[in-house]
């Protein structure tokens, strides 16, 4: 551990856990007393502003259309 309280993650692990420069991970404390480090799950807020849609705008009855549309390709 660094003066600034910071660690290293050995590569292995860093792979394993698909962590990359930015993921945010949470330490919890389990039964036993240890602490397990575990990738933070995502909020859907955090999403906000990512995706950019420069198209007309599509009716709910588009978008429930696509969705099913979709979901069947990924069954058949």
Request: proline residues 3%; aromatic residues 4%; glycine residues 12%.
């Amino acid at each position: 551990m660094t003066s600034k309280g910071q660690i290293t993650i050995p590569k292995q692990v860093r792979v394993e856990l698909g962590l990359m420069t930015g993921t945010r991970v949470t330490f919890t404390k389990n039964e036993d007393g240890d602490y397990v480090l575990s990738r933070r799950a995502r909020s859907v807020k955090e999403l906000k502003g990512r995706l950019r849609y420069d198209g007309e705008p599509k009716t709910l009855d588009e978008m429930d259309a696509g969705i099913a549309s979709g979901a069947a390709e990924s069954l058949g």
